[in-house]
T-cell receptor, first 115, second 115 residues
Framework: AQSVTQLGSHVSVSEGALVLLRCNYSSSVPPYLFWYVQYPNQGLQLLLKYTSAATLVKGINGFEAEFKKSETSFHLTKPSAHMSDAAEYFCAVSPSGAGSYQLTFGKGTKLSVIP | DAGVTQSPTHLIKTRGQQVTLRCSPKSGHDTVSWYQQALGQGPQFIFQYYEEEERQRGNFPDRFSGHQFPNYSSELNVNALLLGDSALYLC??????????????FGNGTRLTVT
């Protein structure tokens, strides 16, 4: 069974500072990995995805994530935080083998940006 | 191009009642999944529909059932509501032929409160 662990339910950064949101996965084979963002009272929007091509993945709004197989990690980063980045972020995993399309989500990390 | 639309946006029901939630997928998508997001948690997979059949199911009781119509829209039905069913219910769609790494597109959800 797959699982996702997001370290830190709340992260606060100053505007302009580096954003680092941590995600570790558990899977018997390298899975597909995703980061989604959720703004208040809205659904989830895809930030980026890893699908076994390049290990450094660039997404929307200046976010990127690096897949590290040895560390089973897929941490999300952004060099400079903006006030509009304040939201909840979810890491998710999907098996890469045939037959399953189910996404397993972490519990989320709420990002606050301090002016 | 309309994205995933869900109705209603909010719903209040009493324990023991039944509820039906509705979803129209993004144009061009043929697969619909439903997720339950309890307060402060990540979304949890309920089930996925393709070609009007339930193709995969998460760890949810039989009180949760669904349907997909020929136009790809879908309904989620929950019988004998419990207080613990209070959550945000998210519908997501994708195109199956795009493969397992194709991203899900989420609606804004239906907020169900059971009293």
């Amino acid at each position: 069974a797959q699982s996702v662990t997001q370290l830190g339910s709340h992260v606060s950064v100053s505007e302009g500072a580096l954003v680092l949101l941590r995600c570790n996965y558990s899977s018997s084979v390298p899975p597909y990995l995703f980061w989604y963002v959720q703004y208040p009272n809205q659904g989830l929007q895809l930030l980026l995805k890893y699908t076994s091509a390049a290990t450094l993945v660039k997404g929307i709004n200046g976010f990127e994530a690096e897949f590290k197989k040895s560390e089973t990690s897929f941490h999300l980063t952004k060099p400079s935080a903006h006030m509009s980045d304040a939201a909840e972020y979810f890491c998710a995993v999907s098996p890469s083998g045939a037959g399953s399309y189910q996404l397993t989500f972490g519990k989320g990390t709420k990002l606050s940006v301090i002016p | 191009d309309a994205g995933v639309t869900q109705s209603p946006t909010h719903l209040i029901k009493t324990r023991g009642q039944q509820v039906t939630l509705r979803c129209s997928p993004k144009s061009g998508h043929d697969t619909v999944s439903w997720y339950q997001q309890a307060l402060g948690q990540g979304p949890q997979f309920i089930f996925q529909y393709y070609e009007e059949e339930e193709r995969q199911r998460g760890n949810f009781p039989d009180r949760f059932s669904g349907h997909q119509f020929p136009n790809y829209s879908s309904e989620l039905n929950v019988n004998a509501l419990l207080l613990g069913d209070s959550a945000l219910y998210l519908c997501a769609s994708r195109t199956l032929r795009d493969g397992q790494n194709s991203p899900l597109h989420f609606g804004n959800g239906t907020r169900l409160t059971v009293t």
